[in-house]
């Protein structure tokens, strides 16, 4: 009885301690890929740089335009934009190399980092979603 | 009990002895070759250079007079290093904003797209003070010589992403144009320890208020 007993409890406390250690991460091709491609500008901690290029945390246009992130991925984006109430006018450069796919892990691993709680997306949404680019804008 | 006490002790003596040693005093080592000329120490020292900021207005060696420098090389339409470099320069920025000690110069490697116009632009969306934060761009070949002085890379490649290879390394530079140490300006933690040196830096009387 104690033997079942231990083995449970040590059982519920691993995976306890495998869901909080820190390099717990769920979206790890995510942030892979976002560290390659994205961090470059929007930095790695998702700040962004300045009134150069806009944070990804805790941002309002990310919030507002989910239906529009794998086409900015993909495509880039030319527009002068507002996020969290400054300006940004140079143009975003598109990421090409990246598969529907990659750009679903992509977008769930920004949606879900630095304190953002974004919608979890699915890579059925995001196929629909790169087949009206151009479109919406 | 005692035992245990008498262990830990033991095991704790090497660390206090090792944070105990006071690293802080320690001289800064300077960059580059020493020559002997009649018997005295000749360090490598940066040449004169004039380059023109983001504001239109020639940026010499007396520019930096009494002064210490943080010196990096960049250009604007970097895809690649810029931004995390340009991030860990900004802490810096913050750090001795109030210090009239500290400037930092960013030399750009594309001066043919950098032009005053773009400078300026760029430094005006990092809301920079020029004063404090001069972005220079200048006759090619003296740039790049320049950068070759800092010891940093600085050169065209159509291979590599945005068409120019150069260096992520922030280089400080004393009032007696000097190179005092460097610091890859892509880990923070080695950002942290070239702040700790422009302090010791700064700590050195022979620079004025």
């Known amino acids: 009885m104690t033997l079942i007993f231990s083995f449970i409890f040590f059982t519920f406390y691993g995976v306890l301690l495998f869901f909080t250690s820190c390099d717990y991460q769920p979206y790890k091709q995510g942030r892979n890929l976002y560290n390659f491609y994205c961090a470059t500008c929007h930095i790695d901690d998702g700040t962004g740089l300045k009134g150069l290029y806009p944070p990804l945390a805790q941002s309002d246009y990310l919030a507002n335009h989910q239906d529009q992130l794998a086409c900015i991925i993909r495509y880039g984006l030319k527009d002068t934009i ?50 009206d680019c151009g479109k919406t804008k | 009990m005692k035992k245990i006490i008498l262990r830990s002790l033991l095991f704790c003596c090497p660390f206090l002895l090792l944070f105990g040693c006071g690293a802080d005093d320690k001289l800064l080592p300077v960059y580059g070759n020493k020559d002997m000329v009649d018997g005295k120490p000749v360090y490598h020292t940066i040449s004169d250079f004039a380059f023109i900021n983001q504001d239109s207005q020639l940026v010499t060696n007396k520019t930096f007079k009494d002064k210490i420098y943080i010196v990096d090389v960049f250009f604007t339409h970097c895809p690649t290093i810029c931004p995390t470099v340009k991030k860990q320069m900004l802490r810096i920025y913050e750090k001795y904003k109030e210090d009239d000690r500290v400037v930092l110069i960013s030399q750009t490697v594309d001066p043919k797209r950098d032009t005053v116009g773009r400078l300026k632009y760029y430094a005006d969306k990092l809301e920079v003070k020029t004063e404090k934060w ?5 006759d090619k070949e003296q740039l790049y010589d320049m950068a070759d002085e800092y010891f940093l890379v600085a050169k065209e490649d159509a291979s590599v992403d945005g068409g120019f290879d150069h260096s992520g390394t922030l280089i400080l530079v004393d009032q007696n144009r000097l190179v005092r140490a460097n610091a890859n300006g892509l880990e923070p933690e080695e950002v942290d320890r070239l702040m700790e040196d422009i302090d010791r830096l700064l700590a050195d009387n022979s620079i004025k208020q």
């Open chain 2, 134 to 138: 001069h972005f220079v761009t200048g």
């Open chain 1, 82 to 131: 507002i996020v969290n109430g400054k300006t940004y006018d140079q143009a975003m450069i598109p990421v090409t190399a990246l598969n529907e796919v990659q750009i679903t892990n992509v977008i769930n691993y920004i949606n879900h980092s630095w304190g953002n709680t974004l919608p979890h997306v699915k890579v059925v949404e995001i196929k629909e979603a790169l087949k």
